[in-house]
């Protein structure tokens, strides 16, 4: 659909708006304030906080500035905040990620089409040249806003300046006045309160001239993070109403290669994907004996080519794209041979999905889960979605809605993250794994992965069908869990509350007792070396636990 040229179009273009001050002022307060709640905190509440005074920001603003925006655009907003609160929810630094991803390729896409609200049939160019245009807003609109704001004032008629200076002298006087109050006030209550005065020197401190680097650092990021903001704030008020032509679907780029050429690279393609195949039907998924007749381990032939496999599937699905769109179909047979080459072509990576997903289910069994096998099984689920989804455009000659339907395959990777609780996940999968006879990784249970973790393994040591054995492990771990919890110093403002970290730490309360009795071993380990024709002797000293006769590291000793 094109857009009419009419007058109030071209005012739009020329990125007028009514308040042009409103923009780089809330930007500046939003950036403040993020500042004070994030700066030398650890995560929690911040990134989400920093999403709702983004979009209360921009719907106050859309109303101040009477701009309409459509329903469609607030369909936006489930992704943008799910990602941004399960921040919250979620503690796991992968999850954390895909999280923050989200949020942001949401609010990007509300940035380019806040007002047209046609991002439901943005195709894949539509998204590109509207980030790109976005960019160009950040860094121009800031200043420009201000310049045509200017040209456009009308000359003030006489008289004008004073009755300006007239408009400005009350906040004047009432500033002069109350800076004195102030000072006198807050020195009284900082007598009369030492937490008070604590938070008031600390403040001040920030301006003694020790503190000079820091404070200009800060000063510079947020002016420039807020000039940044403001850019993407005029675009999305702005030049987010102008409608993009994106009927009828014109290809980018004209089709040039020939039937035949496809034909051909699609066919013989599609052979080698067949041999692949077949050999492992024959094999691998014939068992162990006949895999063992070639001199291989079923585990050995498991753990082999298992990414490779991913990333053919992958590499698949993009090759297949660029040929559909590339490849020259004017008759009718031309066009299902090729659907057909295409639609064999994704049958077969399907069958190789399958193959990965059996060799990751041997990894698991053999060895138990980590972050990236557990995410893999997750993205191999979607990645199969999205290869019926590539069949299915084919068939219905649709590609325009690819950029779409990644978007709804990222946001179901996302929540499908969430759902799980990865690290929960985990947990209780290996616990399962250790109680079903298999050796526990205990060290990756205490070192690489986050308190979400927690609930899981206070669930199993409590469980009446934990074995004595695993009991015991299950212990050692919290134990050495509470050691580390305890030397990192948890306690903090209320920025940095957490979900996750607010359970665990209420779980380690109720238990803290009987896990600070636990008896973690102490060992000391010397090294002796020579400096300046002098020898001398270093003693590290830490603390560790055993399980399954294997010694645990937990923590250094102070």
């Not at 995560?43 to 906080?49: H, V």
């Not at 068939?395 to 990865?422: C, H, S």
Request: hydrophobic share 50%; proline share 3%.
């Amino acid at each position: 659909m094109m857009t009419e040229h009419t007058p109030e179009n071209l005012k739009e273009t020329q990125v007028q708006i009514a308040t042009p001050f409103l923009p780089h002022i809330i930007s500046l307060i939003i950036m403040v304030i993020f500042d004070q709640l994030a700066w030398e905190r650890k995560f929690g509440l911040q990134f989400f906080l920093l999403v709702l005074m983004i979009l209360l920001a921009l719907f106050i603003m859309a109303r101040v500035e009477k701009k309409h925006i459509p329903w469609r655009s607030y369909l936006l907003l489930a992704p943008i905040l799910l990602g941004a609160t399960m921040t919250i929810f979620q503690k796991a630094s992968s999850t954390t990620f895909f999280n923050i991803v989200l949020t942001l390729l949401g609010l990007i896409l509300l940035a380019i089409a806040l007002r047209n609200g046609q991002w439901l049939g943005y195709r894949i160019r539509e998204v590109a040249m509207g980030i790109l245009l976005l960019i160009e807003s950040m860094i121009v609109d800031p200043i420009k806003i201000l310049i045509e704001n200017k040209r456009t004032q009308k000359k003030p008629p006489a008289g004008e300046k004073n009755r300006t200076w007239r408009r400005i002298r009350p906040f004047f006087i009432g500033l002069v006045i109350a800076i004195p109050l102030l000072l006198i006030f807050g020195a009284l209550l900082a007598s009369a309160d030492l937490i008070f005065r604590e938070q008031l020197s600390s403040f001040f401190d920030l301006f003694k001239i020790e503190n000079l680097a820091e404070l200009l650092f800060r000063t510079f990021y947020i002016i420039t993070l807020g000039y940044f903001m403001t850019g993407a704030y005029v675009h999305t008020l702005v030049r987010s109403a102008k409608e993009k032509d994106i009927t009828p679907d014109k290809p980018l780029v004209q089709p040039f290669l020939g039937h035949v050429e496809a034909f051909i690279v699609l066919g013989l393609v599609n052979l080698l994907f067949l041999s692949f195949i077949i050999i492992q039907f024959r094999y691998f998924f014939a068992g162990q004996a006949n895999i063992s007749i070639e001199g291989f381990t079923y585990a050995e032939y498991a753990r082999r080519g298992f990414f490779e496999l991913i990333i053919v599937a992958v590499l698949s699905l993009g090759v297949f794209y660029l040929m559909s769109a590339f490849t020259k179909r004017s008759t009718r047979a031309t066009r299902r041979t090729f659907s057909a080459l295409g639609i064999l072509l994704m049958l077969q990576v399907g069958c190789m999905l399958v193959s990965a997903f059996q060799r990751l289910s041997l990894y698991e069994a053999a060895y138990g889960f980590t972050t990236l096998r557990a995410m893999t099984y997750i993205f191999m689920i979607w990645l199969g979605v999205l290869i019926i989804a590539v069949a299915l455009m084919e068939v219905f000659n649709q590609f325009k809605r690819l950029a779409l339907v990644l978007l709804i395959i990222f946001f179901g990777f996302t929540l499908t993250l969430n759902l799980f609780n990865l690290d929960r996940f985990i947990t209780q999968r290996n616990i399962a794994h250790a109680q079903a006879g298999n050796p526990l990784d205990a060290s990756y249970l205490v070192h690489n992965l986050s308190v979400d973790s927690v609930p899981a393994l206070f669930e199993a040591e409590q469980a009446s069908e934990t074995s004595p054995e695993l009991k015991e492990a299950l212990t050692a771990i919290l134990a050495c869990k509470l050691t580390l919890r305890d030397h990192s110093g948890r306690e903090g403002s209320w920025p940095e509350w957490h979900f996750s970290e607010s359970t665990a730490d209420r779980l380690f309360e109720q238990h803290r007792g009987r896990l600070e009795n636990y008896p973690l071993s102490l060992k000391s380990e010397s090294s002796i070396y020579e400096e300046g024709g002098q020898r001398f002797e270093d003693t590290y000293q830490y603390y560790y636990f055993e399980v399954g006769g294997e010694e645990i590291y937990c923590m250094p000793v102070d």
